[in-house]
């Protein structure tokens, strides 16, 4: 059984529905329940809390080993969703960063913390051996090990589609937070990352459900564990109920009608002196003075 310290991290002391009852009447998104357990001791957005939280309830403290790894590792600690867990736990990590100097100094923190596993390799999908799968397999990492995170800002979720051999228990992947649900694209020359949906439905792919929402990052977990976790059938079947609407940014619609920006468009394009005699017969007919003026006061353009 692995050896827990203390770390602060309180037990949840209300039952998921209670804490849904709650939400519900204080108005706020109720879906993300797992959530609540967002902590942060070396994570960005509470992905260490809700891992301890998720190891709590698959009996992964129970284990004589913890095996994890994390692509695009950095330094080993910043932002790292793995090492709150080797630095607490003598969690066995298998860090893999590709650029040199972080790798470096992730090569000092692993002679002092023995579990760390540092690799410096650019982990590609369609590679014959830098390939994540053929990288794990050259470990001794088990085919089921407990925790796989990737952040490496662009094909993350393509790499996890990539493996076969392997089935981790919980799967923490960065996608593109500014887009809801509905809208999907990958990662390629136009895009930064996969958006909610697309990499929801690659984890339909590879029969991984969705468990949590922080803000980038999703975690995920086989289907086949859902009920031990405690996601309903709803949740299961309808991940978008666990979006995080805090994370969008506003955006505006790409149907909004900026008039006063329009309008000066408009006359800027209105080069023919002849156009602009005719544009000022119009501004006489209306009784004003400026077009974008009658733009930006909202009224109709149909009385043209």
Not at 49 to 60: K, S
Not at 194 to 220: E, M, P, Q, W
Request: charged share 25%.
């Amino acid at each position: 059984m692995v050896q827990r310290e203390n770390s602060g991290f309180a037990s949840k002391a209300i039952s998921d529905s209670e804490y849904s009852e709650m939400a519900r009447n204080s108005g706020l998104n109720s879906a993300p329940l797992l959530g609540r357990y967002a902590k942060n001791f070396f994570s960005q957005n509470g992905e260490d809390g809700v891992v301890l939280e998720l190891f709590n309830r698959l009996g992964v403290f129970q284990q004589d080993k913890i095996w994890a790894c994390e692509i695009g590792a950095h330094n080993g600690r910043h932002l790292s969703n793995t090492f709150y867990l080797v630095s607490q736990f003598s969690c066995h990590s298998v860090m893999i960063e590709a650029d040199p100097e972080k790798f470096g100094e992730l090569a000092k923190l692993a002679e002092t913390h023995k579990s760390i596993i540092p690799i410096n390799l650019r982990v590609e999908s369609d590679s014959e051996s830098n390939n994540l799968e053929a990288i794990l397999q050259d470990t001794s990492i088990p085919t089921d090990f407990d925790l796989l995170s990737i952040d490496i800002d662009s094909n993350d979720t393509e790499l996890w589609a990539s493996l076969s051999a392997f089935r981790p228990k919980i799967v923490i992947i960065e996608i593109n937070f500014e887009y809801p649900p509905g809208v999907v694209f990958f990662h390629d020359g136009r895009h930064s990352l996969s958006t909610f949906s697309a990499a929801v439905n690659v984890g339909k792919d590879l029969d991984y459900v969705l468990a949590c929402h922080l803000r980038s990052n999703l975690i995920f977990i086989p289907r086949e564990l859902a009920n031990k976790v405690g996601l309903s059938e709803f949740q299961v079947r309808h991940p978008e109920s666990l979006f995080d609407h805090s994370s969008l940014k506003t955006h505006p619609s790409p149907f909004s009608w900026d008039r006063p920006n329009l309008a000066g468009r408009i006359e800027g394009k209105l080069k023919s002196s002849k156009v602009r005699s005719i544009v000022r017969i119009f501004y006489r007919y209306l009784g004003i003075k400026k077009f974008s003026v009658f733009l930006a006061q909202g009224k109709q353009t149909d009385r043209f």
